[in-house]
């Protein structure tokens, strides 16, 4: 099965400040998804952003961005000119692209402070 | 649109009690998920459902777990009877199929049981 490894269990962050989450995965598979979630206090889980293995290009979302490394089996989560509303739990998820693999598979999480 | 319906959103029940959850995927998401989360034991996957079937049931702990899709609109996970154990938040989520669509999740259920 694929695993999805959050190293950092908790990051902090100056407010208006650039701060990175890292996130590795383990798989055999050549073509798949890759989500990064953010879980605010509220408990909702948003999507944040998606990467699909097959495209070279980073995804961006406003002040979102991720680094995705295939070779390294890396993916890490850039969140620019951080504000207060920042504050989370932020999730990764992998999915396979394959059809009849329809589960994803979720890291431990990351708990973003931001501090003013 | 409307995203992904659960209800009820908070349940205090006690112990040895019939507890139904119920979720409404968004409209045109053929795959559903039930989801559990806990600070002890993280985000658990309990089962998930493709086209109204369930796929993987794996992640159910026990036999006191149930889930159902009797339609594309609408999902229950059942836990009978509840133990305290079962305190969790229970998330379901949706997602276009086939694959490479995001989840989009519902608010959650917080359960308690006392």
């Known amino acids: 099965a694929q695993t999805v490894t959050q190293s950092q269990p908790e990051m902090s962050v100056q407010e208006a400040e650039t701060v990175t989450l890292s996130c590795t995965y383990d798989?055999?598979?050549?073509?798949?998804?890759l989500f990064w979630y953010k879980q605010p206090p509220s408990r909702q889980m948003i999507l944040v952003i998606r990467?699909?293995?097959?495209?070279?290009q980073n995804a961006t979302e406003n002040r979102f961005s991720v680094n995705f490394q295939k070779a390294a089996k890396s993916f890490s989560l850039k969140i620019s000119d951080s504000q207060l509303g920042d504050a989370a739990m932020y999730f990764c998820?992998?999915?396979?692209?394959?059809?009849?693999?329809?589960?994803?598979?979720f890291g431990t999480g990351t708990s973003l402070t931001v501090i003013p | 649109d409307a995203g992904v319906i659960q209800s009820p959103r908070h349940e205090v029940t006690e112990m040895g009690q019939e507890v139904t959850l119920r979720c409404k995927p968004i409209s045109g998401h053929n795959s559903l998920f039930w989801y559990r989360q806990t600070m002890m034991r993280g985000l658990e996957l309990l089962i998930y459902f493709n086209n109204n079937v369930p796929i993987d049931d794996s992640g159910m702990p026990e036999d006191r777990f149930s889930a159902k899709m009797p339609n594309a609109s609408f999902s229950t996970l059942k836990i009978q009877p509840s133990e305290p154990r079962d305190s969790a938040v229970y998330f379901c989520?949706?997602?276009?199929?086939?694959?490479?669509?995001?989840?989009?999740f519902g608010p959650g259920t917080r359960l308690l049981v006392l």
């Open positions: 990467q699909e293995a097959y495209k070279q």
């Open positions: 998820a992998y999915r396979s692209a394959f059809v009849n693999r329809n589960q994803f598979y």
């Open positions: 989520a949706s997602s276009p199929s086939p694959g490479g669509g995001a989840q989009y």
């Open positions: 798989t055999s598979e050549s073509d798949y998804y």
